[in-house]
């Protein structure tokens, strides 16, 4: 079994590695985030230990990049215990199991074994609405097998909406979802972009996706054809 430990502190990390050595894994080191980052998604490997603290790219953000390059190895995050971030955090960015230092060798191997009998977290899967396909993993989208390429909002706002297919979303919703809780911009802007996502998604395919609800919100439901000049 290959597990990357990706750690800054040498000590702790040479300690580690000797230790998961003795215990009959394969050991690499990386000492800062971006050649973590680098060698978790060239190199297959069964299992990540991935600290929070790290040099030029921080715990958390290798991890989603893992993720969002399509690199599904369970990772199991180190976090401090008085750190300003936690376990949850460290769960919802995509991490598989966290331990919080100082640990334990004996349950850092635990834990390490525990992951490797899971195996390799399953692939979000793809959200389908009639011909309109979106894959989170890799940030996809496509009608009917072409590829539309949307921007990071407006895939985001796709996302959410497909996720709830069906149920109409209000605007505020979507505001909390798509931009933050804090926006203090113009609500409109939520028409603004599903204006930009109907130009994408709707119009060059003749279909109605994004339903308005008048009074209530907005709503993707399985397509309905249109013709070419039809006043959408
Ligand atoms: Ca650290």
Request: glycine fraction near 8%; hydrophobic fraction near 45%; charged fraction near 30%.
């Amino acid at each position: 079994m290959r597990v990357l430990v990706v750690e800054d502190e040498r000590k702790l990390a040479v300690t580690v590695a000797r230790g998961l050595a003795a215990e009959g894994f394969a050991v690499d080191l990386a000492h800062d985030g971006q050649d973590g980052l680098w060698r978790a998604t060239e190199h297959p490997y069964d299992v990540v230990v991935l600290d929070i603290m790290l040099p030029v790219i921080n715990g958390y953000e290798v991890c989603r990049r893992m993720r969002a390059a399509g690199v599904w190895t369970p990772v199991l995050m180190l976090t401090a215990k008085d750190g300003e971030h936690d376990e949850a955090d460290a769960l919802d960015l995509g991490a598989d199991d966290y331990l919080t230092k100082p640990f334990s060798f004996v349950v850092l191997v635990a834990r390490l074994r525990a992951l490797l009998r899971r195996g390799a977290p399953e692939r979000p899967a793809d959200l389908v609405v009639g011909d309109l396909v979106l894959d989170p993993a890799a940030h996809r989208v496509s009608r009917g097998g072409t590829e539309v390429r949307l921007t990071a909002r407006e895939f985001s706002l796709l996302e959410y909406l497909m996720r709830h297919a069906g149920d109409v979303r209000s605007k505020l919703d979507i505001l909390d979802h798509v931009w933050d809780t804090y926006y203090e911009g113009d609500p409109n802007i939520v028409e603004v972009y599903i204006g930009y996502l109907r130009r994408k998604i709707d119009e060059p395919f003749q279909r109605v996706s994004i339903e308005t609800v008048r009074g209530a919100g907005y709503r993707v439901a399985t397509p309905r054809r249109v013709s070419p000049d039809a006043d959408v």
